[in-house]
């Protein structure tokens, strides 16, 4: 059983950068692809940003793409999103989360999910 942990949250003001943390415990040969996704208030939670363990091929929604970078260190079980000009648009609850497949932004596909870390944008 894979278990994530979310950190590095935290209240921004707009232009400034934040780097998310999730710590995979129980990670096997499955753990295809780690992710993050938010769900702002009131919103659908939406992909974010995905990255594969082998190679560590990598894609972006078009709303962060150029901004946001995802990364992986497989010595410490860790991904990372780190964040560039945050947006008020950027708040939200974000979450990591694995799948077994490869590179894919479908939600239904990531079995395992964190508890989230919440990211506020403001001035």
């Known amino acids: 059983q894979v278990q994530l942990v979310e950190s590095g949250g935290g209240t921004v003001q707009p232009g400034a950068s934040l780097r998310l943390s999730c710590v995979h415990s129980?990670?096997?040969?499955?753990?295809?692809?780690s992710a993050w996704f938010r769900q702002a208030p009131g919103k659908e939670r939406e992909f974010v940003a995905a990255?594969?363990?082998?190679?560590?091929?990598?894609d972006y929604a078009r709303s962060v793409k150029g901004r946001f970078v995802i990364s992986r260190d497989n010595a410490k079980d860790t991904v990372y999103l780190h964040m560039d000009s945050l947006k008020p648009e950027d708040t939200a609850v974000y979450y990591c989360?694995?799948?077994?497949?490869?590179?894919?932004?479908?939600?239904?596909?990531?079995?395992?999910w964190g508890p989230g870390t919440q990211v506020t944008v403001s001035s």
């Open positions: 989360a694995t799948s077994s497949s490869w590179l894919t932004d479908e939600q239904s596909l990531y079995k395992h």
């Open positions: 990255v594969t363990w082998t190679t560590g091929a990598h």
């Open positions: 129980g990670r096997t040969f499955e753990t295809v692809t």
